[in-house]
């Protein structure tokens, strides 16, 4: 239910980026809204995945590459038909927020290997892990002072070419995501006290959830109040941000997972609708 509500918010949100100029203005501000929950509401699925993905590489590189599908369909739009888009398109935030997840979590690691000098006493290598993300992905043997290198490394031009390249919500995107896969840490010791089916599989990572998230938002929003140069960081549209994630509580969601048919329809619908909402466009 998550995913199929962000997809008719995104669309909504698609209608007034398309559409602006047919639509009363109330209609496309609360359009504008709706993006920004479906934003939230995807966050959740997204750090949830990357919890849960047996390849986060993988998860990455379909992720990337919808993103960049995506952003030569949007690319062609503003030129043929004029809209106008300001940042990247959302994929690439989560997209950047994998990666940064990705190079945390090999450079705890392996600091705490380069610590405690651990080594693997029958010679094979273990799946070391951290928030759930392999430490090397392919479980390759790796110096741990290479892995922290590489993961810090990693992680920072995750946030670099966020902010570079101008990546939809920016550092506080990129920010959320990990806050709310942080915050889903013990997601599996419990079950779910919230609602039957919840992608909060229990209490404390729900509170955790909207608890970050609402620190996050404050501190933005803070900097944002406190110099008027930071307002390009966040807007007050985000605070919708936090009853996505109360929302997303109440969404029930399939304990079955996709099918191949599915999984590639999750990927394929952002592409799909935006070059459709182009083709009405254009033919009008």
């Known amino acids: 239910m998550i995913k199929l509500s962000g997809y008719i918010l995104t669309v909504f949100f698609l209608t007034g980026?398309?559409?602006?100029?047919?639509?009363?203005?109330?209609?496309?501000?609360?359009?504008?809204?709706?993006?920004h929950f479906?934003?939230?509401?995807?966050?959740?699925?997204?750090?949830?995945?990357?919890?849960?993905?047996?390849n986060h590489f993988l998860y990455f590189t379909r992720l990337l590459a919808t993103a960049l599908a995506t952003e030569i369909i949007l690319i062609i739009a503003v030129k043929k038909i004029g809209i106008y888009i300001d940042t990247r398109n959302v994929l690439f935030t989560y997209a950047a927020s994998l990666a940064l997840i990705a190079g945390i979590a090999m450079a705890i690691g392996c600091y705490h290997d380069l610590v405690a000098h651990a080594v693997p006493a029958g010679g094979g290598l273990t799946k070391k892990?951290?928030?759930?993300?392999?430490?090397?992905?392919?479980?390759?043997?790796i110096a741990p002072i290479q892995g922290l290198v590489i993961g810090l490394a990693t992680a920072g031009l995750a946030v670099f070419v966020t902010i570079y390249f101008r990546f939809a919500y920016g550092l506080y995107g990129l920010l959320f995501v990990l806050l709310v896969f942080?915050?889903?840490?013990?997601?599996?010791?419990?079950?779910?006290?919230?609602?039957?089916?919840?992608?909060?599989?229990?209490?404390?990572?729900?509170?955790?959830?909207i608890s970050y998230v609402t620190a996050l938002t404050v501190v933005f929003l803070s900097l944002?109040?406190?110099?008027?140069?930071l307002r390009a960081l966040?807007?007050?549209?985000?605070?919708?941000?936090?009853?996505a994630i109360l929302a997303a509580a109440g969404l029930p969601e399939t304990p079955r997972p996709p099918?191949?048919?599915?999984?590639?329809?999750?990927?394929?619908t952002l592409p799909i609708a935006i070059g459709f909402m182009s083709l009405i466009r254009f033919l009008l």
């Open 234 to 243: 966040f807007s007050l549209n985000y605070l919708v941000a936090i009853p």
């Open 259 to 268: 099918t191949p048919f599915q999984r590639w329809l999750s990927y394929a």
């Open 129 to 141: 892990e951290l928030f759930g993300v392999p430490v090397n992905p392919g479980n390759y043997r």
């Open 182 to 209: 942080i915050a889903m840490r013990d997601d599996s010791l419990s079950s779910s006290v919230i609602l039957k089916r919840s992608v909060y599989n229990n209490g404390k990572s729900f509170t955790r959830t």
């Open 38 to 54: 479906a934003f939230a509401l995807f966050a959740v699925l997204i750090a949830r995945g990357a919890r849960r993905t047996s």
């Open 224 to 229: 944002t109040l406190l110099s008027g140069s």
């Open 17 to 35: 980026v398309f559409f602006s100029a047919s639509i009363p203005s109330t209609i496309a501000y609360l359009s504008l809204l709706s993006g």
